[in-house]
């Protein structure tokens, strides 16, 4: 069960209800992820202008593997939950190759320095080694494409953070976040 009430989407403020509108418009319902931050309509601002900024850096792929690799980091089974459903629906990932990124592998070699990359830098909280910062590099990310990646990992972050703390009931398939690839 949730720790707070999460509105339904008639029941948000109104100040959140023209956001949650066009969640819906792009994945035709919404998620209970942006109904709990429908309750700030600050949050939900920055939650969604944040999404529409990261979807114009990366295709859905890559944002999928890079929320993988942090929802994975930070155990939040929703964000493992979503992300997977969109992974598949709109990135084309297998299950195999989303399950690889979760744990920092792939089945390509620049794919395997982005989510390895992505893991170290939740990992450390940013204080990633120079070695690390090099592989991203020679995998073919300038420093641009490393800031966006930073942008994007810190976006999935405030995610799992608003559905670890309220404990938000999953409303896709679940995944066992346990889970590793054979």
Same mark, same amino acid.
């Given at each position: 069960?949730? %720790?707070?009430?999460?509105? $339904?989407? $008639?029941?948000?403020?109104?100040?959140?209800?023209?956001?949650?509108?066009a969640?819906?418009?792009?994945?035709?319902?919404?998620? /209970?992820?942006?109904?709990?931050?429908?309750?700030?309509?600050?949050?939900?601002?920055?939650?969604?202008? *944040?999404?529409?900024?990261?979807?114009?850096?990366?295709?859905?792929?890559?944002? /999928? &593997?890079?929320?993988?690799?942090?929802?994975?980091?930070?155990?939040?089974?929703?964000?493992?939950?979503?992300h997977t459903?969109?992974?598949?629906?709109?990135?084309? *990932?297998?299950?195999?190759?989303m399950? &690889?990124? %979760?744990?920092? $592998?792939?089945?390509?070699?620049?794919?395997?320095?982005?989510?390895?990359?992505?893991?170290?830098?939740?990992?450390?909280?940013?204080?990633?080694?120079?070695?690390? *910062?090099?592989m991203?590099?020679?995998?073919?990310?300038?420093?641009?494409?490393?800031?966006?990646?930073?942008?994007?990992?810190?976006?999935?972050?405030?995610m799992?953070?608003?559905?670890?703390?309220? $404990?938000?009931?999953?409303?896709?398939?679940?995944?066992?976040?346990?889970?590793? /690839?054979a």
């Amino acid at each position: 069960m949730t %720790r707070v009430p999460i509105p $339904d989407r $008639d029941d948000a403020p109104p100040e959140s209800q023209e956001m949650l509108n066009a969640v819906a418009r792009q994945l035709r319902f919404v998620p /209970a992820l942006f109904r709990a931050a429908s309750i700030s309509p600050e949050a939900l601002t920055g939650l969604t202008q *944040l999404s529409g900024a990261m979807s114009r850096a990366f295709d859905a792929r890559t944002l /999928a &593997r890079i929320a993988l690799a942090v929802s994975q980091v930070n155990e939040c089974k929703y964000c493992l939950s979503l992300h997977t459903y969109l992974g598949m629906n709109f990135g084309k *990932l297998s299950p195999y190759e989303m399950l &690889r990124n %979760r744990w920092g $592998d792939s089945t390509d070699a620049k794919s395997t320095a982005l989510v390895m990359f992505v893991r170290k830098l939740v990992e450390t909280r940013g204080k990633v080694v120079d070695s690390e *910062l090099q592989m991203i590099r020679d995998a073919g990310f300038d420093d641009a494409q490393i800031i966006e990646i930073v942008a994007a990992s810190a976006f999935f972050i405030f995610m799992n953070l608003i559905n670890n703390v309220f $404990d938000t009931k999953v409303d896709f398939p679940e995944v066992d976040i346990d889970s590793k /690839a054979a």
